[in-house]
Structure formats: C-alpha cells, structure tokens
C-alpha cells in the first residue's frame, strides 16, 4: 500500500458516488493517501460506505456544491454518480467551474446490443411503458424513481426488481428486492420461473448487472432499453484505473 508521497498529502477530492465506481475508486485513492470524502445522496436506507470520509444528502444545487468546495478546501472534485442521475452530473460541471477546481466524470461504458437480440432504444421510461404490447410479462430493472409510466400501463404483467421497494406497489406486481451482482444462470432461472417476455431497462452499463442482456438474448426476450441521458461535456473517463491515473496526472501537472 503506497502511504502517500508530495504529489498526494494534503490533497482532498471530493467524489460523488452511489456507485460500485466511485466505492473503488474512494478506495485506492486513500491507499495512495490523498484525503477523499465520498458524497452520497442518502437514497438508500442501507449504503455501502466506501473508504474514506462520507457525507450524505443534497448540497442545495449548483450554489450549494460550490460553497461545499471552497468551504471544505477541496482541490478537486470526481463525478462517478450512475449515468441516469443527471442533475447532480449537470451540477458538478457548474460548481466546478464556479468553485475553480477541476472535475473528473468517470462514466462507465453504455452496453451494447447483444449479438441476435431485439433491442429497442427509447427516450424515456414514458417510451418504454409505451412500447409494451399488451399482455407482456415484463422483467422491469429501471430503479423505484422511475415506475411511474408502468403503473399507467395497465394490461401487462410485472416483475419489478429495485434495491428499494416503495410502498404503494399493486397487489398483482411480483415485487423483488435485491441489490447485484446477478449472474447469468441467476437471471436465466428468473425469466424462465416467470415466464417473461420482455425485459426493460435502463442503459446502465457495467458488469454487475449486465446477466440479465445475455439471460435475455439467450431466450429470445425483446430488450428495452431507456437510453441514458445527455450531459454537459466533461474530461471523462470509463474505468476506475483510469480515473486514478487522470488523477495522478491532474495533481501532477496542476
Ligand atoms: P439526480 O437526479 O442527478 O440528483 C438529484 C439531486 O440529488 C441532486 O441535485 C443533488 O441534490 C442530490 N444528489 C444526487 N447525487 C448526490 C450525491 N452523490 N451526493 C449528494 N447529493 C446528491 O440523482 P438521482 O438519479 O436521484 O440519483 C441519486 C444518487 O443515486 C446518485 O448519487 C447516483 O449515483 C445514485 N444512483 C442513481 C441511480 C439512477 O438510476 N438514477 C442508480 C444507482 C445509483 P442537491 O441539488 O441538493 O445537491
């Protein structure tokens, strides 16, 4: 474990996570011994804290992430939030400008359309509830934030797989709660136990997850999938080595 050296004491990052990514990344930037806060939403009862120091909930918007940079002397900030939280992506690239540090976004690969599959891109999760025929058993991976348009869509059957269930979900939904890694056997026993016939989800990307796209293809399962949404630009990474290297070389040269 490197302890730290002059390019990393005294450093202080703050990441934004809620992601896998950002817990990694928390983890070999300590070792490397800067000093790194991990930001949390607070979404979930039950986080899994990276290395380092958390802090958990909003900043107050654009202002409020600013004044928490400066107030806090941190020298730089990594955005490693999930593809679909666009908000506080869109307020890091503000703040980071207002605040005058440099930003990081650390954005995992979208995945791609399995090889022999039916894939089909729509917009929003309005699109995707709108593109179920009627009577399909649907295997629904969006999150909680986004069930809305499918409660709408009557006449189709749900499985809805979310970390957090909310209250409130009709009696005729199959509801279940977990939180990946699912393998692919996993994912093939579910939609065979319960007979689905379509699979929505977000373009999350990464590995943990992704079981479910060759669980899919390997049944002949249309793919449905919410396309993720568009972001002010950012100097941009697609992997965790990759972001401590830009790390690295932004403290090096800065
Ligand atoms: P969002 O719509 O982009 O953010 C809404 C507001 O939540 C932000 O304006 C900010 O409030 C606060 N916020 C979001 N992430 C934060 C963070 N890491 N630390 C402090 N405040 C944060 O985000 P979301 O879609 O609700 O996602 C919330 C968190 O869950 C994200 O951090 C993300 O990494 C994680 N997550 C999201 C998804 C998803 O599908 N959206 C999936 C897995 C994990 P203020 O304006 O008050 O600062």
Known sequence: M???N?????????????????????????????????????????????????????FGGREGLARYIRDNCIDMLVDATHP???????????AALDAEVPLLRLERPAWQKPDG????????AQDAAD???????????????ELGPFLARKGCHYTARMIEVPAG?????????????????????????????????????GTQVAGKLAAAARLSIPIIVIRRPNLPKAEAVDSVIRAHKSVTRIFRTG
């Open 84 to 94: 679909f939280a666009a908000q506080i992506s869109i307020n890091c690239v503000a």
């Open 131 to 145: 593109a179920l025929p009627r009577g399909a058993r649907v295997l629904l991976t969006v999150g909680r934030q």
């Open 169 to 205: 979900l009709p009696d005729d939904w199959q509801v279940i709660a977990a939180r990946g890694p699912f393998t692919l056997e996993d994912e093939l026993r579910l939609m065979q136990d319960r007979g689905i016939t379509h699979l929505v989800t977000k373009n999350s990307g």
């Open 2 to 4: 490197d302890m730290g």
């Open 117 to 124: 599959t039916t894939w089909v891109e729509v917009g929003t």
């Open 6 to 58: 002059r390019d990393t004491i005294g450093r202080r990052i703050l990441i934004l996570g809620g992601t896998t990514e950002a817990r990694e990344l928390a983890g070999l930037l300590v070792d490397a011994g800067y000093d790194v806060i991990t930001s949390l939403a607070g979404r979930t009862g039950t986080p899994r804290f990276p290395p380092g120091i958390v802090r958990i909930g909003g």
